[in-house]
């Protein structure tokens, strides 16, 4: 039995429950007269919903597989080899649940050692390898392929990617080393490190072909036919692939070191995963794969058995599958059709979420206001951004006009309402106006319409305690921009009843959100954390620390933007009515900052102005700022902070907010932006030490984020 056996083996036995991927072999006759040709396809037997992975097994099968093929290249039976993959998917990469159960760093050697000793084996065949990347392809689905001697690519595929960084992992099967030396450093910077650390930007089949990746570019309906017409043509000479040169120069450091600046940018060292990806690619600069597979192995290792890993997968599981089946959601059967909506107010948000409810549920959508002209105004939006989407050919022009026709405006409730199903206000947060509001809503709807509110603070009980049927009231909470952030906090009020709420689960899953059911606390999750933290901030502004201080002190947390940056994008105005609405709530834990109440008196947008390209504290917002004179460090300041969002969140879960810390931390990531590697917060905090030291205990389980006790 050779080594890599006995590394599988020993890795499969770790992993009973694998998804195994098979890998058929089948022979037949290129086009051409080329010869006889072997065709290896990775499949796991289940539809695409169920894509293709290589756990120990699945690595072992295709093993086998080479096995046969080598034999027969080397008796001169075939002329060549291809790897392709099932209907819509050619493979996605490792397994994460197995990675996951790895508690022993030899272990976690084994895996990367092992992906190493079968995939290379495709460059060492006696016959050119092809790769045909028929669908989707992500981390060790696309090294596989690059160990192939040529690749194709249907211009049909959606999704094209090495992910590792973003999950905090390296490309450890040969992407590190094999990219950067197939399209040049710069190219293989943006793939591994820029698009990783954008959110985990995925590529199209043809930015696939034009980054140099693949030779050639076919479409979907026959892409394997036509692939094997071009291998033939290759294998008689008939085709001759040319490549770019490698700048192995100059131009290789310098996108090192733009690698460097985007991780500084986006993480600011507090993840170690891009940096040595970095450290692997900068060597890859002399051509030596055998070095540069065995630093792989090693940072794959090392990054296994590390927390912003296991935080990161724990993050990937929460938005993959924890947001499917949201935790206390009653029964979808309860759910009520929803044939059109009712927007209460015409300002940006409404307008937003007018758009939203139009795309995505394709059902009449009519705004309120309180005179024409706003409504005007907010139709005209929705119309400009339908008008958008349209030139950049997202949609055609049936689906404009249909859109388009769809949004309307009036200011007479009664008519706007009469026949809707689900009405959502969108209205200055203030609790008499929105009282207001419903009352007149509820005056003019059908019995069995859902009253909806977006408030971001406020009680939806008290909100709808005057009304003669508050069981049909439910917070619908979003988050700017509402395109992008996924989160829809959903608030059971004290006499939501559970058609209303089922009603609500089923309108965000159509509108393609990330449903989470809060209790109707004051500023529910996400605001009331980050008003805690941002709190904290200023807290310590006030009591004396220079701004720039308090700042960085927060930046090894790699948040998407600094506190006070994230206040400029929330609106001061909007910062300082939630900090009161929770110090009404809870007035030992939340204060009400003077300097940020000048701050919004002065009608300033924020703290800082641009006027060199880079934040800088603006002269007029420091000449208001009353200081007193105990200055903290860095460090002090990040511990005052830590601590006090320790202590909101094992409030939030003694209260039952949320169902548990996972919930939390669910609503940070799509709510907020909070960085995978963070696992949200909690996992952060307990891999820190915490959480142990505010609570005396951990949000989480050992195993849970972290490596297995």
Request: overall charge negative; aromatic content about 6%; hydrophobic content about 45%.
């Amino acid at each position: 039995m050779n080594t890599t056996t006995e590394l599988l083996k020993g890795a499969a036995e770790l992993f009973p429950d694998e998804v195994v991927t098979q890998a058929h072999v089948r022979h037949f006759d290129l086009p051409l007269g080329a010869g006889v040709f072997a065709l290896i396809t990775l499949d796991n037997g289940l539809d695409h919903t169920k894509p293709t992975t290589f756990g120990p097994q699945s690595l072992a099968n295709l093993d086998a597989a080479l096995d046969q093929v080598e034999a027969e290249a080397a008796a001169g039976k075939i002329v060549g080899v291809g790897v392709t993959g099932k209907p819509f998917i050619f493979a996605v990469g490792a397994d994460l649940k197995g990675v996951e159960l790895l508690g022993r760093h030899e272990d976690a050697v084994a895996i990367g050692k092992g992906g190493h000793d079968v995939f290379k084996r495709l460059s060492a065949l006696a016959v050119p390898t092809f790769a045909y990347y028929n669908g989707a392809a992500m981390g060790g689905g696309v090294e596989v392929g690059l160990h192939c001697s040529y690749r194709t690519v249907s211009k049909a595929i959606p999704a094209f990617s090495l992910p590792e960084v973003f999950l905090g992992l390296v490309p450890g099967w040969g992407g590190c080393a094999l990219l950067p030396n197939l399209i040049g450093a710069d190219r293989a910077v943006s793939v591994i490190i820029e698009n990783s650390l954008s959110q985990n930007r995925q590529l199209k089949g043809k930015q696939v072909f034009e980054l140099g990746i693949a030779d050639a570019i076919f479409e979907g309906a026959d892409f394997l036919e036509q692939s094997l017409l071009w291998t033939a043509s290759v294998l008689k000479g008939e085709t001759e692939v040319v490549r770019q040169e490698i700048d192995r120069g100059e131009g290789w450091d310098r996108a090192v070191e733009r690698g460097r600046a985007i991780a500084d940018s986006k993480v600011h060292g507090a993840a170690p995963a891009a940096y040595r990806a970095l450290d692997i690619i900068a060597a890859a600069k002399n051509g030596d794969l055998r070095q540069g597979f065995d630093a792989e192995t090693q940072a794959l290792a090392d990054l296994i058995m590390g927390g912003e890993l296991r935080s990161g997968i724990y993050s990937f599981n929460l938005v993959q599958k924890r947001a499917k089946r949201p935790a206390g959601a009653p029964d979808r059967s309860l759910a009520r059709p929803v044939t059109k909506v009712g927007v209460v107010g015409a300002g940006l948000m409404a307008s937003q979420l007018a758009l939203l409810f139009a795309r995505r549920l394709e059902v009449p959508v009519v705004l309120t206001d309180i005179d024409q002209e706003r409504i005007d105004k907010g139709v005209g939006y929705v119309h400009g951004e339908i008008d958008k989407l349209l030139a950049k050919g997202r949609i055609g022009q049936d689906k404009a006009n249909r859109l388009k026709a769809a949004v309307t405006g009036s200011l007479d409730k009664a008519a706007a309402f009469g026949d809707a199903d689900f009405v959502i206000e969108a209205v200055f947060e203030e609790m008499g106006v929105k009282q207001q509001v419903f009352a007149e809503v509820e005056a003019v709807v059908p019995a069995h319409t859902i009253l909806a509110t977006n408030t971001s603070s406020l009680s939806v009980s008290e909100m709808a305690s005057k009304l003669k049927h508050p069981e049909r009231v439910v917070g619908f909470h979003f988050f700017n921009p509402v395109a992008i952030l996924p989160l829809l906090e959903i608030v059971r009020g004290e006499r939501t009843d559970d058609a209303a709420l089922a009603t609500a689960f089923g309108v965000a899953k159509k509108l393609k959100k990330t449903a989470v059911l809060v209790k109707d606390a004051p500023a529910f999750v996400v605001n009331r954390i980050l008003t805690r933290f941002m709190g904290e901030i200023q807290n310590v502004i006030d009591e004396g620390t220079p701004v720039a201080t308090a700042e960085k002190a927060v930046e090894p947390l790699g948040l998407p933007m600094s506190p006070l940056v994230l206040l400029e994008l929330v609106g001061p105005a909007i910062g300082l009515h939630v900090s009161e609405t929770l110090n009404r709530a809870f007035p030992d834990r939340f204060t009400v900052s003077a300097n940020l109440a000048a701050v919004v008196k002065a009608g300033k947008r924020g703290f800082y102005v641009y006027d060199s390209g880079k934040p800088e504290l603006d002269p007029e917002v420091a000449a208001l700022l009353v200081q007193g004179d105990s200055v903290l460090t860095e460090e002090q300041v990040r511990d005052r902070v830590l601590d006090a969002v320790a202590q909101e969140i094992g409030l939030m879960l003694d209260e039952g907010v949320v169902a548990e810390a996972q919930d939390i931390d669910l609503c940070l990531i799509t709510g907020a932006g909070w960085p995978f590697h963070l696992g949200g917060i909690t996992p952060y905090l307990d891999r820190s030490g915490v959480s142990e030291r505010v609570l005396g205990k951990r949000f989480l389980a050992e195993g849970i984020a972290s490596v297995p006790a």
